[in-house]
């Protein structure tokens, strides 16, 4: 072994330094440097805390914050440059704090384990992550049920199987989307909540025989209480894997709309056209508008999907309590966060600057093929059962001319469009057709109505956080399920 001085963690149990190229594997610096504040935070409330329980002095947990707090300053400005040595941001800021405040700062890991700590500041910085993209959520569903009320009677095609079925609205079209990033709100609030559990104070594994307060750190950093079981707490990375997974799982959803801008806006749909900002050009063709922004969204679930396969990975048979492979676990979560946050960053202003073209969309919305279910419920208020009813629009569709889909004649079918002909909507009135589908969850009437409001006036904000933050409150979605149902 290479002779040095020791470093990181090692201390004197080694008396030389780590090989170079094992010392580059083992170093964190360059990713968990993000950490600093997170790191600083808990160190800070760990010195409090040891104060509290008499196992140091007022002034030197005085000197500890203190210079805790001048330390941060310095690496966040570079007047101080991060050591690699030294392995990672945990001890980059605790030999700083020795160097700048003496003998007070070799006090401070008492009673405290890199494997509690850097549990600990995982979750703030998780904790903090998730509701940032809570927030990031907010504003895009804004956008969509702004765009939403805009387009309310704006009717187009809809479709399953990327083929025309029935007539809807624009705006009901819209406010999916929403309903999506509903959804993908309640999982970053419930996993940040379940991450909400204090690990400091878990030691490296069995805790320690010292007199400290958990519950007290906890408090003071935000947390609901302190963890349970300390080989668990210093091995856990479930709330890594779960907000992973719901940053995933919003690019997907956002992949769904990146995908209907890219087909919407070529000229064989002609639906949308993007704003300028959100497009690029070609270095070949000057013609050419590209939709970048929108095939980015369509391509970032790639990488986050890779993420949470990675987190699950890596936790996957590992014996406890904590090892080395938990390092691993840190650069897939801030890249999933990295790329909602981007993601969710585009998307308000990409909505604000689209411009639909309502004209085209309404033109499409005339297919006479739109309104055969139309025709077949008007069947069946007219006393046919709706199997029979099918079967009958089924003929006229069969029958029909395709070079004339908009007349949809049909000798044998006669009696039927008697019956049907003062109920059934024609081409031109599809907006009446689909207005009449007024129930909960379908594109028009008063339970439509309801939803957009419930989506926009009760809109959550996440909390002001003095200090630590805290889950959101939930009442927005009780309102919204209430809605919803009635």
């Not at 025309?164 to 929403?178: E, F, N, P």
Request: charged content about 30%; overall charge positive.
């Amino acid at each position: 072994m290479p002779e040095g001085k020791p470093s990181g963690g090692r201390g004197a149990r080694f008396a030389g330094a780590m090989d170079p190229a094992a010392a580059a594997l083992n170093a964190s610096i360059h990713f968990d440097r993000r950490l600093l504040r997170d790191d600083v935070r808990g160190s800070q409330a760990h010195a409090r805390m040891l104060a509290a329980a008499g196992l140091i002095t007022a002034d030197d947990a005085e000197a500890i914050v203190t210079g805790l707090s001048r330390v941060a300053e310095e690496i966040e400005t570079g007047k101080h440059p991060l050591d690699a040595a030294l392995e990672d941001i945990h001890m980059n800021v605790e030999t700083r704090l020795i160097q700048m405040v003496g003998e007070p700062g070799r006090r401070l890991h008492t009673a405290r384990s890199r494997n509690d700590q850097v549990a600990t500041d995982l979750r703030l910085y998780a904790r903090r992550a998730a509701l940032e993209l809570v927030s990031a959520i907010d504003r895009a569903r804004v956008a969509l049920c702004r765009r939403a009320r805009q387009h309310a009677h704006t009717i187009m095609p809809g479709y399953t199987h990327l083929q025309r079925a029935q007539v809807v609205t624009l705006g009901h079209h819209l406010l999916a989307y929403a309903e999506m990033l509903d959804r993908d709100r309640g999982r970053l609030v419930d996993a940040e909540r379940r991450a909400a559990a204090s690990p400091l104070g878990s030691g490296a594994l069995a805790g320690t025989s010292l007199p400290i307060d958990r519950a007290a750190t906890a408090a003071d950093l935000g947390f609901a209480g302190p963890t349970h079981n300390s080989l668990d707490a210093v091995s856990d990375r479930d709330f890594a894997a779960e907000i992973a997974f719901a940053c995933a799982l919003l690019a997907v959803h956002l992949s769904r709309l990146g995908e209907e801008l890219v087909l919407w806006s070529t000229t064989e749909f002609g639906f949308v056209r993007l704003g300028e900002g959100y497009c690029s050009g070609s270095s070949l063709m000057p013609q050419k508008r590209n939709p970048d922004i929108a095939e980015l969204l369509r391509g970032k679930p790639g990488r986050a999907i890779g993420d949470v396969v990675a987190l699950l990975t890596i936790s996957k048979g590992l014996a406890l309590a904590y090892n080395k492979d938990l390092q691993e676990t840190q650069e897939p979560l801030y890249d999933a966060i990295d790329t909602a946050r981007a993601a969710l960053a585009v998307l308000p202003g990409l909505v604000d600057t689209l411009e639909f073209d309502v004209a085209r969309l309404r033109a499409a919305a005339g297919d006479a093929a739109l309104g055969a279910t139309d025709l077949a419920e008007e069947l069946v208020r007219a006393g046919m059962p709706f199997r029979s009813a099918h079967e009958v629009v089924g003929k006229l569709v069969r029958r029909a001319d395709p070079r004339r889909r908009r007349e949809a004649r049909a000798p044998d079918a006669r009696g039927a469009r008697r019956r049907a002909k003062r109920r059934c909507p024609a081409a031109d009135r599809r907006a009446r057709a689909c207005g009449r589908r007024a129930r909960a969850g379908a594109s028009r009437g008063r339970a439509a109505r309801a939803r957009l409001r419930a989506l926009t006036s009760a809109r959550a904000r996440c909390p002001r956080r003095p200090r630590a933050p805290r889950a959101p409150r939930l009442t927005w979605v009780r309102r919204c399920l209430r809605s919803f149902r009635s």
